[in-house]
């Protein structure tokens, strides 16, 4: 049943069989244990055009108590994060002291810079990186949002004048209850901040590395205004953002009757020049997600059969969908090297159980082929990595398999 409209009019995009929750990274002594899996298949509404996974792993069980993701350690998505929040202080002229919450605020990246200009800020976040938050003086609830939630934050706090979730909305299952506790948490004159992942991005670049259990909708406007109407709230602009390799942010106002700007009714046509809301748009997206996945696991095979060593850098969550659906295990790719500030060390990645490493290990290997399996930020990453002294191949596996060797 489609999670916006509930329509059974369901159509197949991609299978990506049966993988485990992404960030379910397992310790030594996990490899000897069962390894639970579930469906993973990316799904699209033909009425409304939401894209969706068709399976639903309860939220308690992705989002653990060690939940090991951590945005501060990205530097390229604490500027952003910085800058989207200067961005809204500014565009909304909202005077000192207004209220910010901001929903899965994991380590308090976003709410430091508006905290900086002069905001009270408050986060909600279920996992143990709230401490992070609150020990850099982030103010923290540690829980998952829900209607509940929002009717005690506004009646400890008082009503927000923004309301942010950064790649969070398309995460949890109970819209209705959230939804509702963003209409209370909202001033009168509040607006409600999303950024996800696009899904214009994922279809131009074959992005099916964003699909894993977290991620259960992949947003297009048709369906976020569609939804949004049901409430007492209103899409009323939307722009293409950089982040994690496209994204989309929406600007949601409290009551009806808004006008959409120009820049919302200008991104809906270009949504449907491009065939976002067609059938055959997919069919071609699902033909070329599987050359790229042949692409990859050709050059890993060809590495291997030289005796050349193909490793990894960066362990976002994304890199477990496109390991696991391509196939490489720790025989092709010996390891992941990781910053040392990562909770993932030490750590083996879920289904291939290829290890997370510290990336001072390429500086002194120098392995033949690195595979950069943030690709979305393979720019600043490639530079890093050779002033840093690396010489190696470097593999950037989406949307095309390209090797670097500059």
């Known amino acids: 049943m489609c999670q916006v409209c509930n329509s059974r009019d369901l159509e197949m995009v991609l299978g990506l069989g049966h993988q485990a929750p992404c960030h379910a990274l397992l310790s030594r002594e996990d490899l000897d244990r069962p390894?639970?899996?579930?469906?993973?298949?990316?799904?699209?509404?033909?009425?409304?055009?939401?894209?969706?996974?068709?399976?639903?792993?309860?939220?308690?069980?992705?989002?653990?108590?060690?939940?090991?993701?951590?945005?501060?350690?990205?530097?390229?998505?604490a500027d952003h994060h910085l800058r989207l929040s200067t961005d809204v202080v500014r565009r909304f002229n909202l005077p000192k002291d207004s209220l910010v919450v901001d929903i899965g605020s994991n380590d308090g990246t976003l709410l430091r810079g508006f905290k900086r200009q002069g905001m009270r800020v408050l986060g909600?976040?279920?996992?143990?990186?709230?401490?992070?938050?609150?020990?850099?003086?982030?103010?923290?609830?540690?829980t998952f949002f829900t209607e509940h939630t929002g009717r005690e934050i506004v009646g400890q706090h008082g009503t927000a004048r923004v309301v942010t979730a950064t790649n969070v909305f398309a995460h949890r299952a109970e819209l209705g209850s959230f939804i509702r506790g963003i209409e209370h948490l909202l001033a009168d004159d509040g607006i409600f901040v999303i950024e996800n992942h696009y899904l214009l991005s994922i279809v131009e670049q074959f992005q099916y590395d964003?699909?894993?259990?977290e991620h259960l909708r992949s947003y297009s406007l048709k369906p976020l205004i569609q939804l949004f109407d049901y409430y007492n709230l209103t899409v009323v602009d939307a722009n293409r953002v950089a982040s994690y390799g496209g994204s989309l942010r929406v600007i949601v106002a409290k009551g009806r009757g808004h006008s959409p700007s120009p820049g919302l009714?200008?991104?809906?046509?270009?949504?449907?020049?491009?065939?976002?809301?067609?059938s055959e748009t997919y069919v071609k997206f699902r033909r070329q997600?599987?050359?790229?996945k042949r692409d990859l696991y050709r050059l890993a095979l060809e590495a291997e059969s030289k005796?050349?060593?193909?490793?990894?850098?960066?362990?976002?969550?994304?890199?477990?969908?496109?390991?696991?659906?391509?196939?490489?295990?720790?025989?092709?790719?010996?390891?992941?090297?990781?910053?040392p500030t990562s909770l993932?060390?030490?750590?083996?990645?879920?289904?291939?159980?290829?290890?997370?490493?510290?990336?001072?290990?390429?500086?002194e290997e120098q392995p033949d082929w690195v595979v950069l399996l943030a690709w979305h930020y393979w720019q600043p990453?490639?530079?890093?990595?050779?002033?840093r002294g690396l010489k190696s191949k470097m593999v950037v596996p989406l949307p095309e398999v390209q090797v670097v060797t500059e």
């Open 35 to 77: 390894e639970a899996t579930y469906p993973l298949n990316m799904i699209r509404c033909r009425l409304c055009g939401l894209v969706q996974l068709d399976y639903v792993i309860d939220g308690r069980e992705i989002y653990y108590p060690d939940y090991p993701y951590r945005s501060g350690i990205t530097k390229e998505l």
């Open 124 to 142: 909600v976040e279920p996992t143990n990186i709230a401490r992070i938050a609150v020990k850099d003086g982030i103010d923290t609830f540690q």
């Open 210 to 213: 964003t699909t894993y259990h």
């Open 265 to 278: 009714t200008a991104l809906l046509q270009e949504e449907k020049e491009a065939g976002l809301y067609d």
């Open 289 to 292: 997600v599987l050359r790229t």
């Open 307 to 339: 005796g050349q060593r193909f490793v990894g850098n960066s362990c976002p969550g994304r890199c477990a969908t496109l390991l696991n659906y391509v196939g490489i295990d720790a025989d092709l790719m010996p390891y992941i090297a990781e910053q």
């Open 344 to 363: 993932k060390l030490g750590k083996f990645l879920p289904g291939k159980h290829i290890p997370v490493v510290r990336n001072d290990v390429l500086f």
């Open 381 to 387: 990453i490639s530079a890093d990595l050779r002033r």
